[in-house]
Each structure stands twice: as structure tokens, then as C-alpha cells.
């Protein structure tokens, strides 16, 4: 080779050497970002096994990470100032669109954007919260997966009162800041027909727990109904345990509760509504619009009675309750 050829293809290799980077960084910026914000930690399995169900969802559908799109999440771990930074932070990224998990992650999101989509796993009342014009036509940039049906907490009630009779008093354990917190209104509208005293606690902190808790637990004859929240998720294992240690039946909303050793639970399938998101981010992904997806109900309720707290109580689970259980954990 004489020396200009050389030279020339020197130069030749060193700019295409230059210029792979770009291309490499270019191909990279163009697969689809996927942002998640989580309420809950990353050490959590129940936060865990919903964004594993969201991307196998994906997956099926085709879509790979690596290969063509790219996941961000982020995890809040109950910490409502994280939550907004992170917010913030995903909606910089101009990400294709947001998989919010519930009502608390929604509203964050809510407050950085109006245009990125979002599609939501669990939100309970959507319309009602003032997340979507209507069930049907949400008419804004998110849509996806509603909570529960009508007055479902008449249903924890209803669900306490049968797999414990003896319970006289109730003790309804909520953060206010949560949109969940309405399901109080459910409980004090028919209280006075089930027979029962209501109490009910405002938490902010584990102390408050501890406080409440401790405090109910002082007269007999007490039940507890702990409303969803990226609070009460995130120190489930601290309620249990209080709850336990005082003898006090309780019921829950999911299934990772009595799991974890609570009592029962009635509510969505939670690996369900993370398949569904991954089906709407697909349509989003191949070019239709939240205003136009209509926010899907659940298909699914699951009962869920934990037969070895039942005993450790001293609790009798009547075979009807038995009989109608979606699963029975022994």
C-alpha cells in the first residue's frame, strides 16, 4: 500500500471510528423510554412482581427490553417529596409514556405533565378523583386501569363482621393525603346498620401506627380494616405484626397482606391490572392516544383468608366463607 493510500485509509478508519459512537448513541435515543414510577420501594416484592407482570406483558406483545424499548423506573418508597422529584425527572426524559401504579404516582405525574401519556395500573375512581373526563372517553393524556367497584369497603366490613362476629369495635387505619382515604365515608354511612363502634386513625408516620394501634387494641372486642395507601403498603409488616401481637382480626384490600400473615383480604388481582397497563402502553406505543382508550374495570375480586392467623386468633372461619375463598392460605 503506498503511503497515500495509507494515509487515506487511516483517516478513513479513524472517522468512521468517531462516528460509531454517534451512531450507536443516535439508535439508542431512538428506542422508546418507558417510564415507571413505583409508590413503593425497590427492595418490595409486591412492587417487584407488578413490574415484572408489566414487562412480560410487553414482552409478549413484542416489545423487548434491550432490544426495542428501554424501561426507567423509579421508586418512591412512600416518600411523597421523592415522588415528585422523580416525577419530574422521568417526564425530562420525553419518554414515549408513563406507567403510573396508583392514584398517588398519577397525581405526581399530573403535576409535571400534560402531555406525556400515561397509562395507570391502579387508580382508584378515576373519574371521580379528576383524572379522566369519564370512563368511556378520558379526554386527557392518561387512561388505563380503575380500582375496585362501587363501595367496596362495605365489603371489608361486611368480610370482618363474618370471620369475626365477636368484633364489636372497628378501627379504620388510612392516610388522609391518599385518595383512598374516601373509603371512610363508605364505612360511616353503614356502620350504625352492622352494630359496631367506628374509630378511626389518621397515620403519617410509624408512630402514628404504633400509637393507634396500641391504643384500640386497650378495650376487647376490636377489628381492624386497613385502607390502601403507599403508606400503610409500604409498613404492612409493622401493621400485621402490631395486629397480631394484639389479637385484633383485620382485613385488608390485597392479597400480599394476609400473605404476609394478616388475617383476609378482598380486592383486584394486582398481577392483572399490570398485564392490562401493558396492553394499553402497547396500543400507546403503536400510535393511539389515552384520550381515546377508555379506563377498563376490574374483571376480577379475590378473597383471600389466611387459615393459620385465622387459629392464631382463636378465630372459627365458617365453612360458607371457606367455601366462597378464591384462596385459602394454610
Same mark, same amino acid.
Given at each position: 500500500? &503506498?503511503?497515500?493510500?495509507?494515509? +487515506?485509509? !487511516?483517516?478513513? =478508519? /479513524?472517522?468512521?471510528?468517531?462516528?460509531?459512537?454517534?451512531?450507536?448513541?443516535?439508535?439508542?435515543?431512538?428506542?422508546?423510554? !418507558?417510564? %415507571?414510577?413505583?409508590?413503593?420501594?425497590?427492595?418490595?416484592?409486591?412492587? +417487584?412482581?407488578?413490574?415484572?407482570?408489566?414487562?412480560?406483558?410487553? +414482552?409478549? *406483545?413484542?416489545?423487548?427490553?434491550?432490544?426495542? !424499548?428501554?424501561?426507567?423506573?423509579?421508586?418512591?418508597?412512600?416518600?411523597?417529596?421523592?415522588?415528585?422529584?422523580?416525577?419530574?425527572? =422521568?417526564?425530562?426524559?420525553?419518554?414515549?409514556?408513563?406507567?403510573? /401504579?396508583?392514584?398517588?404516582?398519577?397525581?405526581?405525574?399530573?403535576?409535571?405533565?400534560?402531555?406525556?401519556?400515561?397509562?395507570?395500573?391502579?387508580?382508584?375512581?378515576?373519574?371521580?378523583?379528576?383524572?379522566?373526563?369519564?370512563?368511556?372517553?378520558?379526554?386527557?393524556?392518561?387512561?388505563? #386501569?380503575?380500582?375496585?367497584?362501587?363501595?367496596?369497603? @362495605?365489603?371489608?366490613?361486611? =368480610?370482618?363482621?363474618?370471620?369475626?362476629?365477636?368484633?364489636?369495635?372497628?378501627?379504620? $387505619?388510612?392516610?388522609?393525603?391518599? #385518595?383512598?382515604?374516601?373509603?371512610?365515608?363508605?364505612?360511616?354511612?353503614?356502620?350504625?346498620?352492622?352494630? @359496631?363502634?367506628?374509630?378511626?386513625?389518621?397515620?403519617?408516620?410509624?408512630?402514628?401506627?404504633?400509637?393507634?394501634?396500641?391504643?384500640? &387494641?386497650?378495650?376487647?372486642?376490636?377489628? =381492624? $380494616?386497613?385502607?390502601?395507601?403507599?403508606?400503610? %403498603?409500604?409498613?404492612?409488616?409493622?401493621? !400485621?405484626?402490631?395486629?397480631?401481637?394484639?389479637?385484633?382480626?383485620? @382485613?385488608?384490600?390485597?392479597?400480599?397482606?394476609?400473605?404476609?400473615?394478616? *388475617?383476609?383480604?378482598? /380486592?383486584?388481582?394486582?398481577?392483572?391490572?399490570?398485564?392490562?397497563?401493558?396492553?394499553? @402502553?402497547?396500543?400507546?406505543?403503536?400510535?393511539?392516544?389515552?384520550?381515546?382508550?377508555?379506563?377498563?374495570?376490574?374483571?376480577?375480586?379475590?378473597?383471600?383468608?389466611?387459615?393459620?392467623?385465622?387459629?392464631?386468633?382463636?378465630?372459627?372461619?365458617?365453612?360458607?366463607?371457606?367455601?366462597?375463598?378464591?384462596?385459602?392460605?394454610?
Amino acid at each position: 500500500m &503506498s503511503g497515500m493510500r495509507r494515509r +487515506q485509509f !487511516i483517516t478513513l =478508519l /479513524g472517522g468512521a471510528a468517531a462516528t460509531w459512537p454517534i451512531a450507536a448513541r443516535a439508535q439508542q435515543q431512538a428506542v422508546p423510554v !418507558i417510564g %415507571v414510577l413505583m409508590t413503593l420501594a425497590d427492595t418490595d416484592s409486591e412492587g +417487584q412482581l407488578r413490574v415484572a407482570a408489566f414487562r412480560q406483558g410487553l +414482552q409478549k *406483545l413484542g416489545w423487548i427490553e434491550g432490544r426495542n !424499548i428501554r424501561f426507567e423506573y423509579r421508586w418512591a418508597a412512600g416518600d411523597a417529596q421523592r415522588l415528585r422529584a422523580y416525577a419530574e425527572e =422521568l417526564v425530562g426524559m420525553a419518554p414515549a409514556v408513563i406507567l403510573a /401504579g396508583n392514584n398517588t404516582a398519577l397525581r405526581a405525574l399530573e403535576g409535571v405533565t400534560r402531555t406525556v401519556p400515561i397509562v395507570f395500573a391502579q387508580v382508584a375512581d378515576p373519574v371521580g378523583s379528576g383524572h379522566v373526563a369519564s370512563l368511556a372517553r378520558p379526554g386527557g393524556n392518561s387512561t388505563g #386501569f380503575a380500582l375496585y367497584e362501587p363501595a367496596i369497603a @362495605v365489603k371489608w366490613l361486611e =368480610l370482618l363482621k363474618e370471620i369475626a362476629p365477636s368484633v364489636a369495635r372497628v378501627a379504620v $387505619i388510612y392516610d388522609p393525603t391518599d #385518595f383512598n382515604s374516601k373509603h371512610i365515608q363508605e364505612i360511616e354511612a353503614v356502620i350504625a346498620s352492622f352494630g @359496631v363502634q367506628l374509630s378511626s386513625f389518621i397515620i403519617r408516620s410509624v408512630s402514628d401506627i404504633e400509637r393507634a394501634i396500641d391504643g384500640f &387494641s386497650i378495650q376487647p372486642h376490636g377489628g =381492624l $380494616i386497613i385502607l390502601p395507601g403507599p403508606f400503610t %403498603v409500604v409498613h404492612r409488616d409493622l401493621i !400485621i405484626s402490631l395486629a397480631m401481637r394484639h389479637a385484633l382480626p383485620n @382485613v385488608h384490600a390485597y392479597r400480599y397482606y394476609p400473605a404476609a400473615g394478616g *388475617l383476609a383480604s378482598y /380486592g383486584v388481582d394486582n398481577v392483572e391490572s399490570y398485564l392490562g397497563a401493558a396492553s394499553y @402502553v402497547d396500543r400507546i406505543l403503536k400510535g393511539e392516544k389515552p384520550a381515546d382508550l377508555p379506563v377498563q374495570l376490574p374483571k376480577t375480586y379475590r378473597l383471600v383468608i389466611n387459615l393459620n392467623t385465622a387459629k392464631a386468633l382463636g378465630l372459627e372461619v365458617p365453612p360458607t366463607l371457606l367455601a366462597r375463598a378464591d384462596e385459602v392460605i394454610e
